[in-house]
């Protein structure tokens, strides 16, 4: 359940719960020896002065926060430039690959350590923490923490005594914590008026003993520690989300598994397998007659527990002490003779498992992944279901299940039902998310135990009670609901279960071995059982454990020696290499390779809008491929705007081949940065081979600055023909800003108009004045090339007055009729305008070039007048083409 909700009900106006998709994460705070479940929440602040701050509320709570009143504030810890997080080790805990992420939170005053369970929702908290920290980005401003003063109230100093297992850190005292470089604790009103705990002694103390001892850190080592923490502190929850095989890496494990009995041989391990309904009831006598006597030390323990709270609160909500009872009695019951080290546990309400292993093994345990399922009220609640544990021990998966079906005699059906929901639905993440979730039945030994509250049918109390005086188990087992299921097949299929040697585990006197005396007065049953499924399994016992006496059931146990394939690591590096090697073969011979007739390409002299092309052929081998001209990293296109490959991507079969154009192009949009030397005709294209290697392909070149595609005001400065000048002075007028008369340049004056326009203009009046079709034909290409041709050098005489009209022609628009003085003008800095942000850019640009500034003669103007709207539109086509993609440099 998402419970940012109720955090977000305790915050003032302008803070915010966050984290992306889990705003809250539920942990342990570690004191000692003790745990004490605490709700994390990130909580982000945005001051007026800009930026964000962030701060971690510490809450506590006795259920499942639902809304504000569940919750209460306990501590607050700022996330200043000296907060740190990183991964520890408590001293003695053995790492598991799925086991619970321990982190230890640092400051200048203050450290404290938590236990977060495994898995996404740990992992998005943490990086999110993470990324809060100021020392993420160095550039962030320092962060005052204002807002928290909310929260704090001066309080005497409390007398009690530094607890167990902490120090205090210099510089502070106990009993106060300092957020900010001030008074931590906290006021008991919130701003809504609900109460909030005061911050205790427990969180100004130095980090606890039991942390495997670390060199104290710098600041800068501390900022460093908290920009990796995103790292240090999700290695193990991040393996959820990364896919681990590729397709060859799949290739191979799909290999290796068919091969497995090729490198691993069987090796027994000694598991013991244990069942306890506590009835509720607090541990009261010590567990090694159930756990650890007259047995062989086990390597692998699975010890299950039902109805461990019955109370409506562990029903409804989530905490219970008696988990933290329970686990610590079973601690320390295990056998004296060997260390173990908790892999796992898990609980549903009531419904407890708990895994453990001899350190020596820890190694060799991974893939460790939890579910619950529950089948109780509504077929979906915990009061009834099964938790499961699925983990690889060497080779060979195993999935340990503990369940509690439906009570009562005649519920048979409901309990068959039970057990097949809990099958259905019981589905475990892989490594790779790629793959399918895994079911019990997906594994290589399954072990099933629990309170399965199959009873003993068609016999009357007393008669049960006679024979099992008498011990006649076979007699009663023949009445036995389980036995008579599984025959139908219509429970565990497949299982096999010891023979019962031993009495019922069920109903006694709680603290006696007195059958049930109470009203209800119940028949004695084999309630607790448990069963395998598998090769190479040997139950070694099968029994109940009658010294017991707590609750009103008596724990059974079981142990097994179960063969588990062991990898040989000789064996397993040369079926490897004998997998590698055959699949090397396989793919050199299916690898595509092609040959190209050429790698390298010069374009010499590109001119504006006039296509270049060079060609080459790709001719393939003896394995079809597809080809695709790729884009380089960081870049949006595999080419540069000016170039194009003709095909850029297609199929070719064996001993094909195909021809590619590479199309060099300058348009206006490219020609500016070729002018001004931004840009070079240079460019390296890649070719890409599906499933094959690439191709370099080298493009260069040189460009002939042009008119065409310069800034207008550059023009005015270029009183000699654009080739005639150094490629230096042209970049440097290219990239010009604009100057004003008043701008105290040094630059010489300017002409009023550039002299490419005025030659145009003029030599369409010498020219073309009795020309009555002029503009209303549309031109061609190369006549285009030689006006620009003509225009850069300067050579207007060239011009052929046919190519002037024709080319002319092109450009012909319907304009409105309206007389060649400032209003032609005006339309052209309107033109100008959508092209160059704004009328005041155009007034400024177009300045020089207004009709006030040129007078032409009264024959001029006639001329003019004939024909205004088509030498508008030539004059507007020469603006467009030098300033429309070559707007001034700003």
């Not at 003032?12 to 809250?24: D, L, Q, V």
């Not at 962030?54 to 430039?81: C, E, K, N, W």
Request: with cysteine.
């Amino acid at each position: 359940m998402d419970q940012s909700v109720a955090i977000q009900e305790t915050l003032a106006e302008g803070e915010y719960c966050i984290i992306i998709s889990f705003p809250a994460v539920q942990g342990a705070l570690c004191e000692g020896e003790s745990r004490r479940s605490r709700l994390l929440g990130l909580v982000r602040y945005r001051p007026e002065r800009g930026g964000e701050e962030h701060a971690l509320f510490l809450y506590t709570h006795r259920r499942m926060a639902i809304t504000g009143d569940d919750v209460s504030l306990d501590q607050i810890v700022p996330i200043s430039r000296d907060f740190a997080l990183e991964e520890v080790s408590l001293d003695g805990e053995v790492y598991f690959l799925g086991s619970d992420v321990t982190v230890q939170l640092d400051t200048a005053e203050l450290s404290l350590v938590f236990q977060l369970p495994f898995g996404s929702q740990t992992r998005t908290f943490l990086q999110e923490v993470a990324r809060a920290c100021p020392g993420f980005d160095p550039a962030a401003l320092d962060p005052k923490f204002l807002w928290l003063s909310r929260y704090r109230r001066k309080e005497p100093e409390p007398e009690s005594p530094t607890p167990r297992g902490w120090k205090s850190a210099a510089g502070t005292r106990p009993g106060r914590a300092i957020i900010g470089g001030g008074d931590s604790s906290f006021d008991e009103s919130r701003p809504d008026g609900k109460g909030l705990l005061v911050d205790r002694s427990s969180r100004g103390q130095d980090k606890p003993e039991n942390l495997l001892p670390r060199q104290n850190k710098s600041k800068s080592e501390i900022t460093d520690m908290v920009r990796s923490s995103t790292v240090t502190v999700s290695d193990k929850a991040h393996i959820l989300s990364m896919q681990k095989f590729g397709l060859r890496d799949t290739i191979v494990k799909s290999h290796l598994m068919q091969k497995e009995e090729d490198y691993t041989y069987i090796q027994n391990f000694r598991f013991f397998v244990g069942t306890y309904n506590v009835n509720g009831q607090s541990p009261k006598e010590c567990l090694r007659p159930w756990l650890s006597h007259g047995i062989q030390a086990p390597d692998v323990y699975c010890v299950g527990f039902q109805e461990l709270d019955l109370s409506k609160e562990a029903f409804f909500f989530h905490d219970t002490p008696k988990e933290e009872e329970w686990f610590k009695a079973v601690s320390e019951g295990l056998h004296p003779a060997a260390k173990y080290a908790k892999v796992k546990l898990i609980r549903l309400v009531g419904i407890m498992l708990l895994l453990y292993v001899k350190q020596e093994h820890a190694a060799y345990i991974s893939e460790v992944e939890v579910e619950t399922v529950g089948t109780g009220i509504m077929g979906r609640m915990g009061n009834k279901g099964g938790v499961a544990v699925r983990f690889q021990f060497h080779n060979t998966s195993i999935c340990v299940v503990n369940s509690h079906l439906a009570a009562h005699t005649e519920e048979y059906e409901r309990r068959n039902q039970d057990y097949k929901d809990i099958c259905s639905r019981m589905q475990f993440r892989q490594v790779d998310p790629s793959l399918p979730p895994l079911t019990i039945s997906k594994h290589d030994v399954i072990l099933w135990l629990g309170d399965l509250n199959y009873r003993i049918e068609e016999l009357d109390v007393e008669k049960v009670k006679k024979l099992i005086e008498e011990k006649a188990f076979q007699t009663l087992y023949a009445n036995d609901q389980l036995r008579a299921q599984v025959a139908a097949k219509a429970v565990f299929e497949g299982f096999s279960e010891g023979e019962l040697t031993f009495q019922p585990t069920y109903k006694y006197d709680t603290g006696s071995d007195d059958w049930d005396t109470s009203e209800k007065c119940r028949a004695p049953a084999w309630c607790d059982r448990v069963l395998w499924k598998g090769k190479n399994i040997t139950q070694l016992s099968y029994q109940s454990h009658m010294a017991l006496k707590t609750s009103d059931h008596k724990p059974v146990s079981s142990v097994f020696d179960i063969g588990v394939r062991v990898v040989n690591e000789e064996l397993y590096r040369k079926t490897l290499e004998e997998i590698v090697r055959s699949l090397d073969k396989m793919e050199n011979d299916n690898i595509p390779s092609v040959s190209l007739s050429k790698r390298e390409f010069c374009f010499q002299n590109v001119k504006y809008m006039q296509l270049q092309v060079e060609s080459f052929t790709i001719r393939n081998g003896q394995v079809p491929c597809q080809f695709e001209f790729i884009n380089k990293p960081d870049e949006v296109s595999y080419c540069k705007q000016w170039l194009r490959a003709n095909p850029s991507r297609g199929f070719l079969l064996p001993d094909s081949a195909i021809e590619i154009e590479l199309e060099l192009f300058v348009n206006k949009t490219t020609a500016t940065k070729l002018n001004s030397g931004e840009d070079k005709i240079e460019d390296i294209l890649v070719l890409h081979l599906d499933r094959g290697k690439d191709y370099f392909l080298s493009v260069s070149g040189n460009y002939l600055p042009s008119c065409f595609g310069s800034p207008i005001h550059t023009l005015c400065y270029m009183k000699e023909p654009i080739l005639d000048l150094p490629l230096e002075t042209v970049r440097e007028l290219t990239l010009m800003q604009l100057q004003t008369e008043d701008d105290g340049s040094q630059l010489e004056r300017p002409m009023d108009i550039p002299k490419e326009l005025w030659m145009m203009v003029d030599y369409l009046y010498r020219n073309a004045i009795q020309q009555e079709d002029l503009f209303q034909q549309p031109g061609l290409r190369l006549e285009f090339e030689h006006i620009r041709d003509c225009l850069d050098s300067g050579m207007i005489d060239n011009l052929c007055i046919l190519q002037m009209f024709m080319h002319a022609r092109v450009y012909v628009c319907e304009y409105e009729k309206e007389s060649l003085y400032r209003e032609d003008f005006t339309t052209l800095s309107n033109q100008y305008s959508r092209n160059s942000g704004g009328p005041g850019e155009a007034d400024r640009q177009l300045g020089p070039i207004k009709m006030s500034a040129w007078h032409p003669s009264s024959k001029q103007r006639a001329w003019l007048g004939r024909h205004h709207s088509g030498t508008c539109w030539l004059l507007g086509l020469f603006l467009t083409m030098t300033m429309a993609a070559a707007s001034p440099v700003p």
